[in-house]
């Protein structure tokens, strides 16, 4: 079973950014796809971005062209690069991984091993 520790979170004001790290254990990061989500309060869980094993990448459109999904196999690691931070983008971060059909799925549900997630606050 995979391990998923995230880490990276913190206080950022409007414009600035932050890289999300996910540090897995109990397999190789270029054997699952990682996605990326996050949960505002009062929200339910959505999608931002997922890496399949082949490297292939998506993006939710709200965050398209300002985050940048990546891993590092060597160090077991997934990151988020988050740039041009905006307020709305405000919430928990988990990364989790996917092991289904197919590249990889946008779905929270579809997703198995889970991170404890990690707070961003975007504010001035």
């Known amino acids: 079973q995979v391990q998923l520790v995230e880490s990276g979170g913190g206080l950022v004001q409007p414009g600035g950014s932050l890289r999300l790290s996910c540090e897995a254990s109990?397999?190789?990061?270029?054997?699952?796809?990682m996605g990326w989500f996050r949960q505002a309060a009062g929200n339910e869980r959505e999608f931002v971005a997922v890496?399949?094993?082949?490297?292939?990448?998506d993006y939710a459109d709200s965050v398209e062209g300002r985050f940048a999904i990546s891993r590092d196999n060597y160090k077991n690691t997934g990151f988020l690069q988050m740039n041009s931070l905006q307020p709305e983008d405000t919430a928990v971060y988990y990364c989790?991984?996917?092991?289904?059909?197919?590249?990889?799925?946008?779905?929270?549900?579809?997703?198995?091993?889970w991170g404890q997630g990690t707070q961003v606050t975007v504010s001035s």
């Open positions: 109990g397999l190789s990061v270029s054997n699952f796809a």
């Open positions: 890496i399949s094993r082949l490297g292939s990448v």
């Open positions: 989790a991984e996917y092991q289904g059909p197919g590249r990889y799925s946008r779905r929270p549900v579809d997703f198995g091993s």
